[in-house]
Each structure stands twice: as structure tokens, then as C-alpha cells.
């Protein structure tokens, strides 16, 4: 199911990158010439996957970290794992990195789905376990898990540590939070869903013994992003400085809601809607299916919400797993339809704009 969802959603993206004339995106005042790259029509499927931050990516991957100044965006809020492995892939790949993260993002993304499924399998018994993996490939952001972005990485070692945790491997669970961790700043989050599957198996007493000692792995590779900013650059917190020229300065402004033009009401409607739906499934994961789900989901988009933008909030929101389980129980055909269809949908309208360079996600 995943190769023929790699095939066909990149067909569509050839086919659609190279049927369209479109003029550059205007849905926001940042957009020029010097922040979205212009990019060519041509039949190139590799280069179909390098927009927006595969762009940082690659600059990680090809030369290391860089810190061109404060007042200026860099590629040190990007987490390292990820460029890492690009890197090694890119020494099977004759070089070309674009290829590189392609093929890592496609790996990553099939044992995603075989690892959600596995999942299913074993602790959701009562739900299909193909339909959640659907759910997933149909995702309005899916576009992302093959394109040279980190997303696919992080969401199978999310799922590995959630499928560790509950089968009560709690040190390999927290080794593949660390890695997590590495990979996102998310990965943090994956902290709560851990604790809480530890207090259920062991008590909330064990936290204060030896039991406990492997959980603090789970953010030791966001710790050690840290410190390494510090050595290369001595600031500990420059990702936090730094992300505020992302526009994630933890501070609300009525001007970033402002309706400027119809592409930014669709965009700005976009994130709206996905916020309310991601915190209703969210209450959904803690009520019908595991505290701990619930717990991370809810964590997850308050700590994303709180930095003061819900801009890309679908793709953000496409790694909470618990998400394609509370779709896949729904036992109305109608609903479940519904749900497949407008997703198929506006999956196809960000693959457009994605390719497109396009803002999408």
C-alpha cells in the first residue's frame, strides 16, 4: 500500500508541477523573491522533493551548522539526526543529497506504516489495522513524509517508542525518545506518554526508584543539540533565539491573524481549522483510547500553540498517531468516507502547491 501511494502521489506531483503555470504565492507579506525560491517547470522527480526546509536540511547535510547571525534566519534550529542520515545515504547515492533524503524520508515512511500497523494489531484489536496506515498516506500533509523533511524519521520513532512502551521495554522505549528528540524539538514531548505508560505498569512509587532511571534518556538528544550550541556558539538557548525570526517568538499578535488577501483567508482558515480539529482528537485520544495518547496529543499542540503562531499546524499535527485511530474507529461508513474523500482532496491541493514551492502544510 505504501509503494503504491509513493508512486501515484508523485506521478500526481510530476504531472502537476509540470501542467501548471502559476504564478509566485502571495498568501503572506514575507513572501519575495529572496525567501521563496523560484523554481523552474522540468521532469525532474528527484528535485520534486527539495522545497522549502529540505533546503536547510541539505545545507546541514552537505556542509554543517551555520550561524549567519541573529537579526537572520539559520539552519541551527534544525535538529541533527535527520541531516545525519542523509549524509551517510548520500555516500550510496553518488552524492546527490536530494536523492538521499528521498530514499531516507520513503524508508522511514514505509516502516512508519509497518510499525503503526503492528501497533494496531496488538493493543487496538478491535479496529482494522490497515485503516489506520490509510488514514495516514491520506493526510493532508502526507506530501511531507517523502519529501526531504524529517517528518517520516520522527513519526516511526514516535510510533517505536509507543509500541516499546507498551510492551514494557521501557529503556529501548526511551532510547527511541532520545533519538526523537535529536530529530525534533517535539520529540521532548514524547517524555509524557513514556511517564504515564511507566506509572501504569509500575505506580507512581517507582518513579523514585532505579526502574526509573532509563526515562531520563528520553530527552538527552534535544539536551545534547543544546550543548552543542553552546560549544559552537556559546549560547545555550540560541534555538529559542533563533526561532523567533521563524515567527515562533511565544507572543500572539492580532496582526498574524490579519485577513490580507483571499490565498492568506484560505491559509489563515486552514490552520484555524486544523487547530480546533487536533485539539478535539486530542480530548477523543484521552477519553476513548489511552491516557497516554490523549496526554501527548494535548501536550503536544499546547507547547506548539503557546510559541505564538498555528502556521503548518496540519503537517505539526500529522505525527500525533493517535489521530489515525480515532479515524480508523469510526463506524459510520458515511463519516469514514467523508473524512477519506476531503482529505484525499486537499492531500492533492497541497501536493500542488507544495511542488509548486507553494506554501503548503
Known amino acids: 500500500m505504501t509503494a503504491a501511494w509513493l508512486l501515484i502521489t508523485n506521478l ?9 503555470n502559476l504564478a509566485p504565492d502571495t498568501a503572506f507579506d514575507w513572501m519575495s523573491e529572496k525567501s521563496v525560491r523560484p523554481v523552474q517547470q522540468s521532469w525532474d522527480i528527484i528535485d520534486l522533493h527539495n522545497r522549502w526546509d529540505a533546503y536547510w536540511y541539505l545545507t546541514i547535510a552537505q556542509d554543517g551548522y551555520d550561524r549567519r547571525g541573529e537579526m537572520d534566519i539559520s539552519n541551527v534550529v534544525f535538529f541533527p539526526l535527520y541531516p545525519l542520515l542523509v549524509r551517510i545515504a548520500g555516500l550510496l547515492t553518488g552524492g546527490n543529497l536530494v536523492l538521499a533524503g528521498w530514499l ?45 523533511y524529517s517528518e517520516s524519521l520522527f513519526l516511526f ?47 507512581w512509587r517507582s518513579l523514585f526508584t532505579r526502574r526509573a532511571w532509563p526515562l531520563a534518556l528520553a530527552p538527552a538528544g534535544a539536551l545534547a543539540f543544546f550543548v552543542y550550541h553552546w560549544i559552537a556558539f556559546d549560547d545555550f538557548f540560541l534555538y529559542l533565539r533563533i526561532q523567533r525570526f521563524y515567527g515562533r517568538d511565544f507572543r500572539f499578535d492580532l496582526t498574524d491573524v490579519a485577513i490580507r488577501s483571499n490565498p ?16 478535539f482528537m486530542g480530548v477523543l485520544a484521552l477519553r476513548k483510547f489511552r491516557l497516554s495518547y490523549g496526554w501527548y496529543m494535548l501536550v503536544s499542540l499546547a507547547v506548539a ?7 503548518g499546524i ?9 489521530i489515525y485511530f480515532i479515524a480508523a474507529d469510526i463506524r459510520s461508513v458515511i463519516g469514514r468516507s467523508a473524512w477519506l474523500f476531503s ?19
Open 104 to 148: 531516507v524520508s520513503s524508508i522511514f515512511l514505509m516502516l512508519s506504516v509497518w510499525v503503526l500497523t503492528r501497533l494496531t494489531q496488538e493493543y487496538h484489536p478491535g479496529i482494522d489495522p490497515l485503516l489506520p496506515p490509510l488514514f495516514l498516506l491520506v493526510y493532508p500533509a502526507a506530501f511531507f513524509l517523502n519529501a526531504v
Open 157 to 203: 520513532l514516535s510510533l517505536s517508542m509507543v509500541f516499546l512502551a507498551l510492551r514494557r521495554n521501557f529503556f529501548l522505549a526511551s532510547i527511541c525518545a532520545a533519538l526523537a528528540s535529536a530529530t525534533r524539538i517535539a520529540g521532548v514531548f514524547l517524555l509524557v506518554p513514556l511517564l504515564v505508560e511507566f506509572v501504569q505498569a509500575n505506580g
Open 343 to 361: 482529505s484525499t482532496l486537499l492531500l492533492a491541493l497541497n501536493i500542488i502547491c507544495f511542488v509548486n514551492h507553494y506554501w503548503a502544510g
Open 314 to 322: 496540519a503537517r505539526y499535527s500529522m505525527v500525533l498517531f493517535p
Open 305 to 311: 500553540l503557546s510559541s505564538g503562531t498555528g502556521l
Open 264 to 279: 492568506n483567508l484560505v491559509t489563515t482558515a486552514y490552520d484555524a481549522a486544523f487547530v480546533v480539529a487536533a485539539v
Open 12 to 20: 500526481f506531483a510530476l504531472t502537476a508541477f509540470n501542467r501548471l
